[in-house]
């Protein structure tokens, strides 16, 4: 018997009917059409379906769709401001941190997460952070510059 998931998808309050089994990432992707958020092994190991879920990352894949009943819920698409990037989507694309791209929204959403709480991150505390997020193409050197970077940004238009 299907139920209906009240939340806020982005910043919008957002409905949808969803079966008892539906994953979030079931009900991001083909229930509300957010495709951002990709479906790589549906187990929890890749990442690639990390979004944020009040605040929190999570596998939309190992969440089932009505624990997010009332839940603030953040995907790849609501990560930009308009149609400005965010300082680490644009930070990935100056540094050669995508390739493929099928990891990148798992790993933006990771990292965005990650600056909120430690605005001011060292290597090795990005790399903890991204951790959960496997990048078959890039390695991660590049991408951990990115994030880097973004931090760095970002710390520097806080200042203004």
């Known amino acids: 018997m299907k139920t ?4 806020d998808v982005n910043g919008e309050p957002r409905e949808a009917l969803a079966d008892p089994r539906d994953t979030l ?3 991001l992707r083909d229930r509300l059409g957010l495709t951002g958020t990709k ?3 549906s187990n929890g190991n890749c990442g690639s379906c990390t979004v944020l879920l009040d605040d929190a990352p999570v596998c939309a ?3 089932l769709a009505g624990e997010a009943e009332g839940a603030q819920i953040t995907t790849i698409e609501g990560v930009a401001d308009g149609n400005t990037l ?4 644009k930070a990935l694309i100056e540094h050669g941190g995508t390739q493929c791209g099928f990891c990148t929204p798992g790993i933006v959403i990771s990292a ?3 600056l909120a709480e430690n605005p001011r991150p060292s290597d090795g505390q990005i790399r903890h952070a991204i951790a959960g997020n496997i990048c078959r193409c890039t ?6 510059a990115a994030i880097a970077a973004a931090a760095s940004e970002m710390q520097a238009g806080a200042k203004r």
């Open 61 to 63: 894949c190992l969440v």
């Open 139 to 144: 390695g991660y050197d590049k991408i951990v």
């Open 25 to 27: 990432l079931v009900l």
């Open 86 to 89: 965010h300082p680490v989507q």
């Open 4 to 7: 209906v998931v009240h939340c």
């Open 39 to 41: 479906e790589g092994c």
């Open 112 to 114: 965005v997460a990650m």
